[in-house]
């Protein structure tokens, strides 16, 4: 016979709602929405066709509302509809090869902005004290107070000067960061060097003993100079220029601070290669480099993987007056110890807000320049 239970226990038990119901179970969270992309950016990355007109005797341009001039008529790849090269924003100077497509198909890339961490890592900017930097420069200025001329060889041959960086540090970076935009918009990777690739030329083609006529020596001052700028660089003490994307004229370098008459602003670089392979390149920056007594062994630097702001820097049309005006610096091709390269160097003085230009043609007159703003 099973013991009897107190009235203490049962009601222990019976009050112990614990005992008698099942353990509840916490609601489970909820999964956060889903981010949806708008309809624009869906459609911008969607694959296209285009269905091929039988007859394209009557394309007109979409800007002037013209038929002429069918040899420079461009047709879009994704609209099919026909620009001239000239009315194009920005202007097309040769007909692409491979694929086009019109500004209003293609759509402007987005600026990316990027942290101070990863434009250090871009530029690969070597830090160092100020301590240093200050000793360097003051060393600098005894070597140069050393050297007395007189004022008539000093009339004859003017000196580079090194550019003079801002001294805002944020200001800086905010100046590499626009570089580091459009580089990256036009997928290309910053080189403050020539670069010799192994299906391009070699190192070894590039002597300055080949060029026809022989080439001007970089003077030890200037060598100088140019050192100096090379290092402020690899510290993260760029020139004063940004760069701004202008629905005319494409990516452009606007003067960020006061840049002085015979200032050197940068070298041009990019992959070098013999002419002789480029002939027929669309790449609208390529640049002169050795122009040689046998012409198979000419060399151009294209700077369509990789580069420098030398790359933005557009270029006047040589044709009219107002375009020659707006010419404030130019590309010089010196001796460098034995190779050649190619220097950036103001003409005038340059006041902020200014946007730079140089003419394409110093050496030649085949790149055709007459279509530029």
């Known amino acids: ?37 708008p309809i624009s950016e869906i459609m911008a990355r969607a694959r296209y066709a285009v269905v091929e007109r039988a007859d394209y005797g009557d394309v007109k341009c979409e800007q002037c509302g013209s038929g002429e001039l069918p040899e420079e008529l461009l047709l879009c790849d994704k609209c099919d509809k026909g620009f001239h090269m000239k009315c194009v924003r920005p202007i097309v100077a040769r007909v692409p090869i491979g ?37 360097s420069s003051n060393q600098d200025t005894r070597k140069r107070r050393r050297r007395p001329r007189s004022l008539l ?18 200001q800086r970076l905010k100046q590499m960061g626009t570089l580091a935009s459009a580089l990256t918009a036009l ?5 403050d060097d020539l670069t010799y690739s192994p299906d391009m030329a070699p190192r070894c083609a590039n002597q300055a003993k080949f060029e026809n006529g022989g080439m ?12 100096l700028c090379r290092a402020m660089s690899r510290r993260g003490e760029c020139p004063p220029l940004v760069v701004v994307f202008d629905s005319c ?32 390149d669309d790449c609208d920056s390529m640049m002169t480099l050795l122009l040689a007594t046998d012409p198979s062994k000419s060399l151009v ?13 557009n270029g006047i049309n040589n044709h009219t007056q107002e375009g020659k005006k707006k010419q404030n610096c130019k590309c010089v091709r010196y001796n460098v110890n034995g190779e050649c390269r ?25 790149y055709p320049t007459h279509h530029f703003v």
């Open 153 to 170: 060889l000093l009339k004859k041959r003017r000196r580079l000067l090194p550019f003079i960086p801002s001294e805002d540090p944020n």
């Open 301 to 313: 630097i294209c700077p369509d993987k990789c580069g420098n702001i030398a790359r933005f820097i």
């Open 249 to 280: 004229e494409g990516y452009t370098v606007e003067a960020d601070g006061q840049i002085k008459d015979m200032t050197f602003i940068a070298e041009y670089t990019g992959d070098v290669d013999y002419i002789k392979n480029r002939e027929n």
């Open 216 to 227: 001007q020596v970089l003077s030890k001052e200037d060598m100088e100079t140019l050192e």
């Open 342 to 366: 190619v220097l950036l160097v103001a003409t005038r003085d340059i006041a902020k807000g200014e946007r730079l230009y140089y003419d394409y043609n110093g050496y030649e007159d085949e």
């Open 1 to 37: 016979m099973a013991p009897a239970t107190t009235v203490a226990a049962a009601r222990r038990l019976v009050g112990s709602p614990r005992r008698m119901e099942a353990p509840r179970r916490r609601p489970s969270p909820s999964p956060p929405p889903r981010k949806l992309r």
């Open 99 to 135: 694929s086009w497509l019109c500004p209003k198909c293609s759509g402007h890339m987005r600026v990316r902005r990027f942290s101070q961490k990863k434009i250090i890592d871009f530029f690969k900017i070597q830090k160092s004290c100020d301590g240093k930097r200050k000793c």
């Open 187 to 191: 997928q290309m990777e910053f080189s």
